[in-house]
Structures are given as C-alpha cells and as structure tokens.
C-alpha cells in the first residue's frame, strides 16, 4: 500500500495563478520529500523537509509540514505552463530506509 | 552528462522472454534503487544496493533479480517475463539512504 496519500488527483489553473497540493501519510517519517514527473521523464527532486522542520522555501516552492497531522503541504506560487507535471510526496521511514511515494496530483497550467 | 542512465528506455517482448535493463550513476552515490511505476503513476520501490550489498527486497516475483556489479551499477534481469510485469522500470542512486533521490529516465517495457 502507499504510504503518503495526494490531494486533489488533479488541478487545472491558469498561468499565473498559485497551486496547492496536499499529502498525508500514516506512519512517523525522518523526511518528507517532494518530486515532479514531466510526461514521459524521471522524477525530479525538487524539495526535502525534515521531521524537525515546518516550513520550507525554494524559489516559487513553499513546503509546510504537520508532524501532528501526519501530513505536508506544496505551494507553487505564480505558476509557469512549464509547471504542468505530475507532482509526487515521498516518505522517507523512520523505521526502514525506504522511500515510499504517493499516487501523486496530476497539475495543468493553462497558458 | 546524464547522473543516472538506464537502458533501453523503451523495451517490447514477448512474454515468456527474459530481458535486462541496465543503470549506470556518475554521481558517487553509494544507494541505488529499482521502482516501478504502473499505468495509474504508482510508484513501488523493488529493490535497493547500498554498495553492492542488497539491503532492501521487497515483494518482488523472483522472476526478477537485480545485480549490483559495483556500487555504480544495478541492473535488473527478469526472467520468463508476463503481460503483468509491463510497467515503467525506474532506477535511482542517493548518496545515503536519507537524502533526496536522482532518477533516471525510466525504462518502459511492454509484454504482448
């Protein structure tokens, strides 16, 4: 089974606009991780937030974390059409060394 | 130059075959690992070599076997391949096991 779960699926939004996406998952973590999949490409790391850590930028990037919650949150501010990918949470288990990744949301930017 | 490379990247046979997908990292990692990602964007870890030593199998057929010849390279044989195994076969290096992961471009094998 997966361990992070993304909210919505999917997201269509018109360039300029900000995109949020949610994940949650079940079990402790170390870290949580974000990644974005262009059609037909490998995943790209794209941002690693600690346990410890509740907020964390990179350039139009936000990341917040809830340990409490057992759940993250990514912010894409001033969306691109070169934004449009499938964006995946990870899992990085503080009981095994694996990374475990969401079913992902699926953003669209419309130009 | 390409930090993770596998080949092939698109990959046709018949079931019943057995086929290898090779992956190569330039970047010193010492952790590699195989996912595959079904038609519905799933992604499951299959295996991981932290230097050339296998520390993670999870349930996998065992049609299928990876080799870590050294810590640059973990390739992945599968034998007496099914219509099931058809998925996109990604392979990824981390410098540890707790650090973000580098992928690469993905293998996508079809069995008719």
């Known amino acids: 089974s997966q361990q992070g779960e993304e909210d919505p699926q999917a997201l269509s939004i018109q360039e300029g606009e900000n995109a949020t996406m949610n994940c949650s998952y079940k079990?402790?973590?170390?870290?949580l991780q974000w990644y974005r999949q262009n059609s037909g490409r490998g995943l790209v790391h794209l941002i690693l937030?600690?346990?410890?850590?509740r907020e964390k930028h990179s350039g139009r990037l936000r990341v917040t974390l809830d340990t409490s919650k057992k759940s993250s949150s990514l912010l894409i501010t001033a969306s691109r059409a070169a934004d449009t990918a499938s964006y995946f949470c990870?899992?990085?288990?503080?009981?095994?060394?694996?990374?475990?990744f969401g079913a992902g949301t699926t953003v669209t930017v419309r130009a | 130059d390409t930090a993770v490379s596998q080949t092939p990247k698109y990959l046709v046979t018949q079931m019943g075959n057995d086929k290898s997908i090779k992956c190569e990292q330039n970047?010193?990692?010492?952790?590699m690992y195989w996912y595959k990602q079904d038609s519905k964007k799933f992604l499951k870890i299959m295996f991981s070599?932290?230097?050339?030593?296998?520390?993670i199998n999870e349930t996998v057929p065992n049609r299928f076997s990876p080799k870590s010849p050294d810590k640059a390279h973990l390739n992945l044989h599968i034998n007496s391949l099914e219509l099931g195994d058809s998925a996109v076969y990604f392979c990824?290096?981390?410098?540890?096991?707790?650090?973000?992961?580098?992928f690469g471009s993905g293998t996508r094998l079809t069995v008719v």
């Open positions: 070599y932290n230097n050339k030593e296998l520390i």
């Open positions: 970047l010193g990692h010492d952790t």
């Open positions: 079990t402790s973590i170390n870290n």
């Open positions: 990870a899992t990085d288990g503080s009981d095994d060394y694996k990374l475990s």
């Open positions: 937030i600690r346990s410890n850590e």
């Open positions: 990824a290096s981390s410098q540890d096991s707790r650090g973000g992961y580098t």
